[in-house]
């Protein structure tokens, strides 16, 4: 899977990982939700599913969904921070259309799902 995550959102992911002692990984994926269509999920995993994509990034384990895996193809995961605030953001290349607040998105019809 073609994902790139930058090295601060890593060290975020991480911190997040290891105060969450029932975890072992990190699950990225897309969920139906708002009035473009869809929105990321990050979410803690407990175990990793059979049909699960596994990757790892400088020793942290993400997992995706497979209906998830075509909606996050080429998409770089990156942290922005401004001030104290931290926000993990998702610059996907599959994005047509973004609602206005920002809360959710629709992707091109060439995306297989």
Excluded at 49 to 56: F, G, K, L, N, Y
Excluded at 74 to 98: A, H, M, Q, W
Excluded at 99 to 113: I, K, M, N, Q
Aim: aromatic share 6%; charged share 20%; glycine share 8%.
């Amino acid at each position: 899977m073609n994902l790139v995550i930058t090295p601060e959102a890593v060290d975020h992911l991480k911190g997040a990982l290891q105060r969450n002692s029932d975890a072992v990984a990190i699950r990225l994926g897309v969920t139906t939700s708002g009035c473009s269509g869809y929105a990321y999920l990050v979410d803690y995993a407990e175990q990793p599913t059979e049909a699960d994509a596994q990757i790892e990034v400088d020793g942290l384990k993400i997992l995706i969904d497979p209906i998830s895996e075509p909606l996050l193809a080429g998409t770089k995961v990156y942290l922005k921070i401004e001030g104290v605030n931290r926000t993990l953001c998702f610059d996907n290349p599959n994005v047509v259309s973004e609602c206005g607040c920002g809360e959710s998105f629709a992707v091109g019809a060439s995306v297989p799902l």
